[in-house]
């Protein structure tokens, strides 16, 4: 009912910048309430790293990427992107947007993902 696509990963050396970004499409892509991103490494839970509003206010960031990555959505084009700068080796991982829509209690549709890594 929302399909997402992402694009943009790849790799880069530490210090370096990529943009993500995430294109919704669907019966229900007017539903969407909350864009974000997520990543995970192999053996590891997958973490928060940033989502953003309908009204694009208050977007919020995870500890770790504070300051070095931001966010942003373009509604008209059903849009959300992730530009991520001074990466780290760290930051290395599968990165999958993921929205939530109106009434849901989480993100309920998820990407495929893209990798990006970072070397030192």
């Known amino acids: 009912q929302v399909q997402l696509v992402e694009s943009g990963g790849g790799l880069v050396q530490a210090g370096g910048s990529l943009r993500l970004s995430c294109a919704a499409s669907?019966?229900?892509?007017?539903?969407?309430?909350?864009m974000g991103w997520f990543r995970q490494v192999p053996e590891k839970e997958r973490e928060f790293v940033a989502a953003i509003t309908t009204s694009g206010g208050g977007p919020s960031y995870a500890e770790a990427v504070k300051s070095r990555f931001t966010i942003s959505r373009d509604n008209a084009k059903n849009t959300v992107s992730l530009q991520m700068n001074s990466l780290k080796p760290e930051d290395t991982a599968v990165y999958y947007c993921?929205?939530?829509?109106?009434?849901?209690?989480?993100?309920?549709?998820w990407g495929q993902g893209t990798q990006v890594t970072v070397s030192s």
């Open positions: 669907g019966r229900r892509v007017s539903s969407i309430m909350t």
């Open positions: 993921a929205v939530r829509s109106l009434f849901a209690g989480q993100y309920n549709y």
